[in-house]
């Protein structure tokens, strides 16, 4: 069955960056692009990125260009999220989701609470 | 960007009623590109309803989904107690993938 685990709950202080891993598994993992979202607290979630698992190619949302990379390791069939310069609200749980074929987002990881606090 | 109105903020019902739930876009979703979620405190977004009125896999058929355009409804058509949580419309036609500030479903 097809999985998405993303790595634990961190605490970061302001300016520093986190770095989140989402492996893929009961799949092939290049067939599918996988996102990554954001969910601050009472709000909905909201969209980051996009990579290309097949070629690392990725699209980014406007606010966050400059501030996050996204990469991948095939041989792992794990996707990273890395943002940078972090801020009190950037406090949110992130999420790694797979696009099907049909262009919806079927499957979702667990989560990772990314808490940034002085 | 698209944006999505939800209504209405909460909804208190009582088990065995009928919800309704409204998602209302800024401008036309295209393809009906149109997702509905189930969201529990704690745990990531699970999907109910997409492409507008498809039921996913394992979505029991007290939930259905309809509309097209800028007009989309969720209903659960009797309550159960699982079924008490927040309930958000998502767009899936253009970047950036829009969320709806949510719907959240209690009891009364």
């Known amino acids: 069955q097809v999985q998405l685990v993303q790595s634990g709950a961190e605490v970061k202080k302001p300016g520093a960056s986190v770095k989140v891993s989402c492996k893929a598994s009961g799949y092939t993992f290049t067939r599918n692009y996988l996102h990554w979202f954001r969910q601050a607290p009472g709000q909905g979630p909201e969209w980051m990125g996009v990579?290309?698992?097949?070629?690392?190619?990725?699209t980014s949302a406007q606010r966050f260009q400059g501030r996050v990379t996204m990469t991948r390791d095939t041989s792992t069939s794990t996707v990273y999220m890395e943002l940078n310069s972090l801020r009190s609200d950037d406090t949110a749980v992130y999420y790694c989701t797979r696009v099907s074929s049909a262009w919806f987002f079927d499957y979702w990881g667990q989560g990772t609470l990314i808490t940034v606090s002085s | 960007d698209i944006v999505l109105t939800q209504s209405p903020g909460t909804l208190s019902l009582s088990p065995g009623e009928r919800a309704t739930l409204s998602c209302r876009a800024s401008?036309?979703?295209?393809?009906?590109?149109l997702a509905w979620y189930q969201q529990k405190s704690g745990q990531a977004p699970r999907l109910l309803i997409y492409g507008a009125s498809s039921r996913a896999t394992g979505i029991p058929d007290r939930f259905s989904g309809s509309g097209s355009g800028t007009d989309f409804t969720l209903t659960i058509s009797s309550l159960e107690p699982k079924d008490f949580a927040v309930y958000f419309c998502?767009?899936?036609?253009?970047?950036?993938?829009?969320f709806g500030p949510g719907t959240k479903v209690d009891i009364k």
């Open positions: 990579i290309n698992p097949t070629d690392g190619t990725t």
């Open positions: 998502q767009q899936y036609d253009s970047s950036p993938f829009t």
């Open positions: 401008q036309s979703v295209g393809s009906n590109y």
